[in-house]
């Protein structure tokens, strides 16, 4: 049971974090607003790994699943993620990311031979089903707040944020094994963070290269730079770390699954920050999902 609740701790942490993420995403945007998240929460993890003694041999057995799941899960998966976020708002943003649960449980039964009983299934059914009533009718006309403001289409926002739920789920399947020997999970998350960040960092240096002088980027500012840094604590730093130790004794789809409840938990949120209640749909959307993730916890 401690991994089912280390994964539900995961999830309530990514749900927390696209509230600290959302107008400094849109400030500097996704690709110079990853690189800082990804720097800053590298050295948070490894200092982190070091007080923990997490730093041990076994990591480099394990390099090239590390690597992979980093370069698919983290590099490219977030990228797109925030490009997302900040195209439709951090609501629509987490229950369509919430897709990576069945598409999870899908890879783990093709690449892992993972046979799951047949209530996590419906269970996870039941979720995505709640994911799409979610997304699909839980906003009404009332609702103006900045934070459920739509840049260009919608179906191009949905299209990449399931783009980065896909490159959730592979990274899972791929980090799997090694999470499973036993490897440090706050010492597995630096080493991806930090591969990450180097990617990330790299890529900002060739297309610095190319913008004009009339595109100034926006200065970074301690305001920023604490919104940054507490939207890496949550996500990264505990979610990704509670995640990565979930999946040390459970099941890729379930712990997956679990970790999926954030739109459950940023509908109150939300109900704070906008003063309005969400609308009926939402909220039998996200008793779709808690029907779906207590059939997988307890059954």
């Known amino acids: ?44 993890l490894a200092c982190m790994a070091w007080i923990t003694d997490g730093w041990r041999i ?13 370069l698919i899960g983290i590099f ?12 439709m708002g951090p609501r629509r943003n987490s229950v369509v990311f919430a897709l990576n649960a069945p598409m999870t449980i899908f890879l783990g039964w093709l690449f892992l031979d993972e046979l799951l009983p047949f209530s996590v299934l419906l269970g996870t059914l039941i979720i995505t089903s709640g994911v799409i009533t979610a997304i699909a009718l839980g906003r009404s006309r009332k609702q103006t707040h900045s934070l459920e403001e739509t840049q260009g289409r919608l179906i191009i926002g949905v299209s990449i944020t399931l783009a980065s739920a896909f ?25 991806r963070v930090g591969i990450a960040a180097l990617c990330l960092w790299i890529l900002s240096y060739f297309t610095a290269k190319r913008k004009t002088q009339h595109e100034a980027p926006i200065a970074m500012t301690g305001k920023i730079f604490m919104q940054i840094a507490a939207s890496g604590f949550f996500a990264m730093g505990i979610g990704m770390s509670l995640l990565l130790f979930g999946l040390q004794g459970g099941d890729t789809g379930v712990i997956s699954t679990l970790s999926s409840v954030s ?27 808690v029907s779906g993730t207590a059939m997988i916890f307890i059954l």
């Open 263 to 289: 739109p459950i938990v940023a509908l109150p949120i939300l109900w704070i920050l906008m003063k309005q209640p969400p609308t009926a749909s939402a909220w039998i959307g996200a008793i779709l999902v």
């Open 167 to 191: 490159c959730q789920a592979a990274s899972l399947i791929l980090i799997r094994p090694a999470m499973e020997s036993g490897i440090d999970p706050i010492a597995a998350s630096a080493v």
């Open 58 to 70: 076994d990591l480099i057995h394990w390099w090239p699943a590390i690597v992979f799941s980093s």
């Open 1 to 44: 049971m401690i991994y089912q609740l280390a994964a539900l701790g995961a999830g309530f942490c990514f749900a927390i974090s696209p509230f600290f993420s959302v107008q400094a995403v849109k400030a500097l945007g996704p690709t110079r607003f990853n690189k800082w998240r990804m720097l800053i929460v590298f050295v948070m």
């Open 76 to 87: 490219l998966g977030d990228t797109l993620l925030f490009w997302g976020l900040k195209r």
